[in-house]
């Protein structure tokens, strides 16, 4: 439902009001019409502006399509808009916003939430890739699929992005065992869904799309990557040690000149985030089928790259991959 913000310092409640429609005067003649039922509360603010309502201007600064304008009440929250869905760049993606087209003002991020006090103009920043599927810019390194340009939750190569446990959708607040989707309460021997052993078998050696947080999340073509694809690009590309805007990683470099950066995003256990800026740990979509409460994940630090299996329910990173 919308919040109505106006100017001044109490809040009332719009609850039973027999009235259809509420109308907002301004001081410049203008009158806003507003159906009560879209009304959750209205919320009297001190302001010194004579105005209620902003505008957040979307420039695509190089990128091609239409000027866009959001109008949003003073002090609403506001989510920032993909630049990907609604310009386009050929060779290029908009991972983040900038309030100068040369990008030396203030930055943001998409999806991030801000709150609108003032009226703002935001120039798309593009960051080269080979394409954009569904929002999410992709990099051809020559393999039998593309690579994303930054992780799950991610706008930036070097930003961590989500964590997730293995088969889910959704970040949470802490990674256990007891709080996993595929827990199995009766018999904490067993695993609910993916399990090789005993009760509960169901010989799936790998996650179902409606299982894949990739493809949940980003939809389209997009999906997790299996070991098989991990291995491929540790094989065929020269992996080279960097620090990327002070964060630490991988970039994965192609026979064909095209790269992508992985960080050391490290990995959550209950609580506690681990290995950040350290090591980087990356979930396939494979099951580990000699101990199937572990699924295959891609670890690497600054000394050795390597194919590794962690426990299903800790929260790791995702970077994922599609196929065109």
Known sequence: MKKITLVFAFMLAVAGAAAQS???????GNVYEFKVSDVDSINFAASTSDDYFYTVTYIPNGGEGEVMIDTVCYGAEYTVINGNLIFSNDGSYCDTWNTKSDGTGASYIPTESITIM?????YAQWNSCTGVENGYGYVDLGLSVKWATCNIGAFTPESFGNYYAWGEAATKNFY??????????????????????????DNKTALELEDDVAHINWGGLWRMPTTTEWSELQENCTWTWVTQNGINGYEVKATNGNSIFLPTAGFYEIYIRQDVNISGYYW???????????????????????????NR???????AVLKK
Request: aromatic fraction near 14%; charged fraction near 20%.
């Open 22 to 28: 509420m109308y907002v005067h301004k001081t410049d």
């Open 284 to 310: 396939s979509k494979s099951l580990k089928e000699s101990s199937t409460s572990n699924a295959y994940a891609q670890h690497f630090n600054s000394k050795s790259i390597n194919k590794s299996s962690k």
């Open 313 to 319: 329910n800790l929260g790791l990173p995702i970077r």
């Open 118 to 122: 003032k009226h703002i103009t935001l």
């Open 176 to 201: 256990d065992w007891s709080n996993y989707r595929w827990y199995n309460p009766a018999n904490t021997n067993y695993l609910l869904k993916y399990y090789k052993s005993g009760t509960g078998t």
